[in-house]
């Protein structure tokens, strides 16, 4: 995984799937230090100072969460998602930067890629924060059918014509 990490780190250190994945392996190798050979994690740390610059992963996170999480909305689901799964308790926090409609990259796509996490749990229950969620997008992009509110008039389908109609 390392070895993985390190080109992702060098063709676009910034990237946001990058951001979670070195916060996944700080994570995982902060807890496996204690049972590796001494040897082994002299070598993770050297290969990894430059990535980590000696943070620890809830410093990481909060440094991303403050930068490009503010800058971009891909960037904040990547590290809302991040920090809820590092500190549960300010999973409310990135709650409310996830579902911030401010990002100047805002799409309909960006917004069905959060409102997919909401439900599928990323940030625990939240139902009432996903029925805001829907409403905000719905303003925003009315004729989007994802957001769509729940029995709002489907799309009649096509009906064919009558041949009195085909006639005129």
Same mark, same amino acid.
């Given at each position: 995984?390392? $070895?993985? *990490?390190? =080109?992702a780190?060098?063709?676009?250190s910034?990237h946001?799937?990058?951001?979670?994945?070195?916060?996944?392996?700080?994570?995982?190798?902060? +807890?496996?230090r204690p049972?590796?050979?001494?040897?082994v994690?002299?070598?993770?740390d050297?290969?990894?100072?430059?990535m980590?610059? #000696?943070?620890?992963a809830?410093?990481? %996170?909060?440094?991303?969460?403050? #930068? %490009?999480?503010? =800058?971009?909305q891909?960037?904040?689901?990547? #590290?809302?998602?991040?920090?809820?799964?590092?500190?549960?308790?300010? /999973?409310?926090?990135?709650?409310a930067?996830? /579902? +911030?409609?401010?990002? !100047?990259?805002?799409t309909? @796509?960006?917004c069905?890629? *959060?409102?997919?996490?909401?439900? @599928?749990?990323?940030?625990? !229950?939240?139902?009432? @924060?996903?029925?805001?969620?829907?409403?905000?997008?719905? /303003?925003?992009?009315?004729?989007?059918?994802a957001?769509?509110? !729940?029995?709002? %008039?489907?799309?009649? @389908?096509? *009906? !064919?014509? $009558?041949?009195?109609?085909? %006639?005129?």
């Open positions: 995984m390392l $070895q993985s *990490v390190k =080109r780190w060098r063709l676009d910034g946001q799937h990058l951001h979670d994945c070195l916060l996944r392996f700080h994570v995982w190798l902060d +807890a496996a049972s590796l050979n001494q040897h994690a002299a070598v993770l050297s290969e990894t100072q430059q980590m610059q #000696g943070r620890s809830v410093q990481m %996170a909060e440094q991303f969460m403050s #930068g %490009a999480a503010q =800058r971009s891909a960037a904040a689901l990547w #590290g809302a998602r991040a920090l809820a799964r590092l500190l549960p308790h300010r /999973t409310h926090h990135a709650l930067h996830v /579902t +911030a409609m401010h990002y !100047p990259d805002l309909i @796509e960006g069905v890629e *959060v409102l997919d996490s909401l439900r @599928e749990g990323d940030f625990g !229950p939240c139902e009432s @924060e996903i029925e805001q969620y829907i409403s905000a997008c719905h /303003t925003r992009f009315p004729y989007a059918l957001f769509k509110p !729940p029995g709002a %008039a489907q799309p009649e @389908e096509d *009906v !064919p014509l $009558q041949p009195k109609e085909l %006639a005129n």
